[in-house]
């Protein structure tokens, strides 16, 4: 069969990205343009400030990933874009530019679910590196700074699709925004979860214990689960919990101080950022990286052996995190299961990951219908 060059387009959250896969397997080029230094002083992503931005990047981002790719609007055999879930506005940006892309070069256009799009990211980097067949049924954690979900998948079609269902997710915040919400608390800026993964190996994450309680999620099924176990992960009780152990040791000046001294940096180091620490601190913040690895690792090992899962992906921006993937490296190993995770820079969001997931939908011819447009709530099935 001939090359399939798929450009790839996603705009769901604070990412501006566009990639080219060819075959579903080798990637031509990703192009990501972090909003980064837009949402920082904000300590967290401004909706509004994400389109506009968007808007800004979307055409020159779109050019760079063709030209290194060495292809052009002409050349490419169909366009890929992130339909959903993410921010409304972020979304319609890139849906609305690939559509008129699409419609304008006559060329077929696919809508791909983000969270698909984040399993791919591993599938993509696997087949890579010739490894093409997986044991089924796979248990799919997607960890990121908007999601906390667990999916069991199985192959749909001989072409490469998936069919997934929901066997967990977060009844309140994801991973990633316990993260973020901890370090902007502690005065570290934003994102929250790279430097709390730098900055916790120099704590002791034993010092400050979190109970089970303060991560526990219901074990309550809404209507649509109630005939299958379900694995709840709940992430806004530990937030809570960190804030009252600030506030009982009094170290609340400390953290405003922190958070005047680093605003002044442009890019603050690791070190500049230790240089602002106290062990308390340090303590505090190795804790909370503990308790939260040990509850995703722990509920996600649970459901594995519960669904019999004969492989494991791990992946969403989280998945960077080098606790968790050593903690799951390790216990998964230790009950036979293989985990695989994206390499980091297809941990977080990119174009690459969607330009990969749509390629069994253009092996199907499973196209976007004129008429799609973005959802900010779309499900994964
Ligand atoms: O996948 P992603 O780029 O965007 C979403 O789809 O949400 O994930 C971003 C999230 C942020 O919350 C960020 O703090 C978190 O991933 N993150 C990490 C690490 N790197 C990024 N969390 C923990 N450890 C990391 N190394
Ligand atoms: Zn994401």
Redesign the pocket.
């Known amino acids: 069969m001939a090359d399939v060059f798929i450009l790839g387009i996603e705009s769901?959250?604070d990412?501006t990205a566009a990639a080219v896969v060819r075959s579903g397997e080798h990637m031509e080029s990703n192009v990501v343009l972090s909003q980064f230094a837009i949402h920082q002083p904000y300590g967290g992503v401004v909706p509004e400030l994400a389109s506009r931005e968007h808007l800004r990047g979307i055409v020159p981002v779109v050019r760079r990933a063709l030209e290194e790719a060495r292809q052009s609007y002409e050349s490419i055999d169909a366009i890929a874009v992130t339909q959903g879930p993410?921010l409304a506005g972020a979304l319609l940006v890139g849906v609305t530019y690939a559509k008129a892309l699409a419609f304008s070069l006559q060329k077929p256009l696919i809508a791909v679910n983000?969270l698909e799009g984040?399993i791919h990211a591993v599938l993509l980097e696997e087949r890579q590196r010739g490894h093409r067949d997986f044991d089924f049924p796979v248990l799919a954690l997607v960890v990121?700074?908007?999601?906390t979900h667990l999916y069991l998948a199985e192959q749909k079609t001989k072409a490469g699709g998936w069919e997934y269902t929901n066997v967990g997710r977060t009844r309140d915040d994801?991973?990633?925004?316990a993260?973020?919400k901890v370090?902007k608390l502690l005065g570290l800026g934003y994102?929250?979860?790279?430097i709390?993964?730098r900055l916790a190996r120099h704590g002791d994450p034993h010092a400050v214990k979190f109970t089970a309680a303060q991560i526990k999620g219901k074990d309550r099924n809404t209507p649509e689960d109630a005939d299958r176990p379900f694995f709840a992960f709940s992430f806004s009780g530990i937030k809570t919990a960190v804030l009252r152990y600030v506030e009982i040791n009094d170290m609340r000046k400390n953290c405003d101080e922190r958070q005047r001294g680093l605003a002044h940096i442009q890019k603050p180091t690791v070190e500049d950022v230790l240089a602002q620490c106290d062990r308390k601190t340090l303590d505090l913040i190795a804790s909370f990286q503990r308790a939260v690895v040990e509850d995703l690792v722990g509920k996600t090992l649970k459901a594995a052996e519960h669904f019999h899962a004969a492989t494991l992906f791990v992946t969403?921006?989280?998945a960077?995190?080098?606790e968790?993937r050593a903690r799951f490296e390790q216990q998964a190993a230790q009950r036979g299961l293989q985990a695989y995770f994206p390499s980091r820079p297809l941990?977080?969001?990119n174009a690459a990951m969607i330009a990969a997931a749509a390629y069994p939908k253009f092996l199907a011819k499973d196209f976007a219908d004129p008429e799609f447009s973005a959802e900010a709530g779309l499900a994964l099935r």
Do not use: Q, R, W
Not at 144 to 147: D, K, L, R, Y
């Open positions: 769901s959250c990412e993410g983000h984040h990121s700074g908007g999601h994801a991973a990633g925004e993260y973020d370090a994102p929250g979860g790279p709390i993964d969403g921006g989280v960077a995190n080098s968790l941990s977080t969001d």
